[in-house]
């Protein structure tokens, strides 16, 4: 069973009944202030320089750790409702990021769409799957060149084809990691056709000097 469930925290490898023990998710440091994505502010949860964290999104990537979703959420949520509690009303939506079909298929999920998943339950916000990727790409982070990052990232995502309109609705958009933002900035270019009144910009983790 232990091969199965791990007893061990990833980050110190104390024996912990989470993947996370509670010493190491304590040392973590909240980004409090946003950062920027092209001249919009980014809100952060975590620094994605931290070895930890960086950790953590990897192996629920790249070894299928899906209970690190529900760590990483807690995480966010809590950053959400400190930075937007007066926003969060009736009328507010959580949109997830999503990954590219044939990457989901590899991958056995999306890790972005079950981390929002997560943030909606723990904030009572409604969920909605309004993007499409269209593109399949390499990742932003393996491209250094800012030419080919922006030309790789160019028309990737279309509103859903059954997607309702967001007009009136306060939209949170959701990364798991941003790079550079150029993930971020053409997501929302294509969410802004369903006429959402405000979007906010929400990554679980960025790399932050």
Do not use: W
């Amino acid at each position: 069973m232990e091969a199965l469930f791990p007893s061990f925290c990833i980050g110190c490898g104390c024996r912990s009944v989470s993947l996370v023990c509670e010493s190491c998710l304590d040392k973590l440091i909240i980004i409090r202030s946003p950062d920027d994505c092209f001249g919009r502010p980014l809100l952060v949860a975590l620094n994605y320089r931290d070895p930890l964290v960086s950790k953590m999104i990897r192996s629920l990537k790249f070894e299928g750790l899906t209970e690190i979703a529900d760590i990483l959420a807690k995480i966010a949520a809590k950053r959400l409702s400190l930075e937007l509690s007066p926003l969060i009303n009736s009328r507010t939506v959580i949109i997830p990021l999503p990954i590219h079909y044939f990457r989901k298929i590899t991958r056995g999920f999306d890790q972005t769409g079950l981390i929002t998943e997560r943030i909606g339950s723990l904030i009572n916000i409604p969920v909605v799957h309004a993007l499409k990727r269209t593109k399949y790409s390499l990742p932003q982070s393996a491209i250094s060149d800012p030419l080919h990052r922006k030309k790789n990232i160019a028309h990737s995502f279309i509103p859903e084809k059954d997607a309702v309109s967001l007009r009136g609705k306060i939209a949170i958009l959701v990364d798991d990691v941003s790079t550079s933002g150029g993930t971020m900035r053409e997501a929302e270019k294509a969410l802004r056709k369903l006429k959402p009144k405000k979007i906010i910009l929400f990554a679980v983790a960025k790399s932050i000097n």
